[in-house]
């Protein structure tokens, strides 16, 4: 039986669950507008899961940069990484608060290549085919990684592993999952979805879930 193109998950649930002890106070703080809170972690693809073997992996930096740059996966996880422990809202309405992920910044990556001054934009691309795009701006100064553990664990395929991009401060569409580059680019080019009418920047606290919001 094949995977269906795009999981039941973007339909999303409406019920609220109990978030480990947070008062309701700041369960309503850290809230975006029109969320559900959820302890759950739902899988949400479009296409089948991509099952690449760890020794054929490698992470790329391109485009306007001095020179690309390639990781094997095992280079990659030589990298500097730290925990993180951040909140997630998807455009389905969910919102799980305080997940721990384990994985490499942004702004270590972009220390070993040298952007070129009209570097504006960047490209996530991944196994499968999937894009969705960033203003630079919104990944540097640690708004962004590429986890590569989730809650203690090596990321499951189907949550995006062996690696994913997490951006905490837009909706959960942008964290491309099965990640295996970025493309720095002097202007925007829509991904996968924001093709398909999700907004370009998908910021959660102004509620842009889809074009014209």
């Not at 202007?187 to 509620?207: A, C, K, T, V």
Request: overall charge negative; glycine content about 10%; aromatic content about 14%.
């Amino acid at each position: 039986m094949t995977e269906p193109f795009v999981t039941r998950g973007f339909v999303g649930r409406r019920d609220q669950e109990d978030s480990g002890g947070i008062s309701g106070d700041e369960r309503g703080r850290r809230t975006p507008p029109g969320q559900y809170l959820t302890n759950d972690f739902p899988v949400l693809s479009a296409g089948p899961t991509p099952r690449t073997p760890l020794d054929r992996w490698a992470f790329r930096i391109e485009g306007l940069v001095s020179h690309p740059l390639e990781w094997s996966w095992s280079e990659f996880l030589a990298l500097p990484a730290r925990e993180w422990v951040v909140d997630i809202s998807c455009v389905t309405k969910w919102t799980h608060l305080d997940m721990r992920w384990k994985g490499v910044s942004l702004d270590t990556l972009f220390e070993n290549v040298e952007l070129e001054p009209s570097a504006a934009f960047v490209i996530a691309w991944s196994d499968g085919g999937y894009t969705t795009n960033l203003p630079l701006a919104d990944v540097l100064n640690n708004q962004a990684f590429v986890a590569f553990e989730y809650d203690g664990r090596p990321l499951a395929p189907e949550h995006g592993g062996p690696a994913r991009l997490v951006v905490p401060a837009r909706y959960f569409w942008k964290s491309a999952k099965w990640v295996r580059g970025l493309r720095i680019q002097d202007r925007d080019e829509p991904g996968f979805w924001e093709s398909l009418g999700y907004h370009n920047r998908g910021d959660q606290w102004l509620e842009e879930r889809y074009s014209g919001d």
